[in-house]
């Protein structure tokens, strides 16, 4: 499978849940990236892994948890979330930000 | 720093129409690229085009056309004979030399075509 793979499509969860993200890409990208889009808001950086190292923590709750496991694995744990949480989570890949991004198709995430 | 704006937060247009979608940015890198990225409904952002700092050739991809100013620090794409499936939020984004492994995306444009 080509591109950038994220499970599951949608999730709805409660807010004492714990629930994970998975980001899969065979590209061979380098970098791994956690976006959140909110409704009306810009697109937020939430964390940045490099060669399986974490380089960029947006100032994230720790109620969001990543893991990379591996350079093709992304993984994004959550646990005793808010309502305000819920938005359109985005993982992408690249093999250098001066190449552009590829984007998987979101987790619609609802927290009730 | 490093900064997108897309000042046009909606734009409408009536199918068959041209439209304008404005990007300005501003950078301290010598070196930096410029994207543009269509989101649809579906969600995921597909990549349109990628515009190095040293290259100010416009270009053209069917209706597609992209303007590079680097005098007014300015990427503007321009769709022409819009139609329905063009509606979209659309993003410009910047990386240089400084940006780590990062972009920095504008706010985005959503453009709704009305047939």
């Known amino acids: 499978e080509t591109g950038v793979t994220q499970t599951p499509r949608h999730l709805v969860m409660g807010m004492t849940n714990k629930k994970s993200l998975k980001c899969e890409q065979h590209?061979?990208?380098?970098?791994m990236y956690w976006y959140k889009q909110s409704a009306k808001k810009p697109l937020e950086l939430m964390f940045v892994?490099?060669?399986?190292?974490?380089?960029e923590n947006n100032s994230v709750p720790s109620r969001f948890s990543p893991e990379c496991p591996n350079s093709s694995h992304l993984f994004l744990h959550l646990h005793t979330l808010q309502p305000e949480d819920s938005a359109l989570y985005l993982c992408?890949?690249?093999?250098?930000?001066?190449?552009?991004?590829?984007f998987g198709s979101g987790t619609r995430l609802t927290v009730v | 720093a490093q900064k997108v704006t897309q000042a046009q937060t909606e734009i409408s247009v009536v199918e068959k129409e041209d439209v304008t979608l404005d990007c300005v940015y501003e950078t301290r890198d010598t070196t930096y690229y410029l994207f543009w990225y269509k989101q649809p409904p579906s969600g995921e952002l597909v990549f349109l085009i990628r515009r190095n700092s040293f290259d100010e050739q416009n270009e053209i991809s069917g209706r597609y056309s992209w303007n590079f100013q680097k005098s007014t620090s300015s990427f503007n794409f321009t769709i022409t004979a819009s139609q329905v499936v063009d509606s979209a939020v659309y993003f410009c984004a910047l990386s240089g030399t400084n940006t780590g492994n990062q972009f920095y995306f504008g706010t985005g444009t959503s453009l709704t075509v009305i047939p």
């Open positions: 992408a890949s690249s093999p250098g930000a001066f190449y552009g991004y590829t």
């Open positions: 590209l061979g990208h380098n970098a």
């Open positions: 892994y490099n060669f399986k190292e974490q380089t």
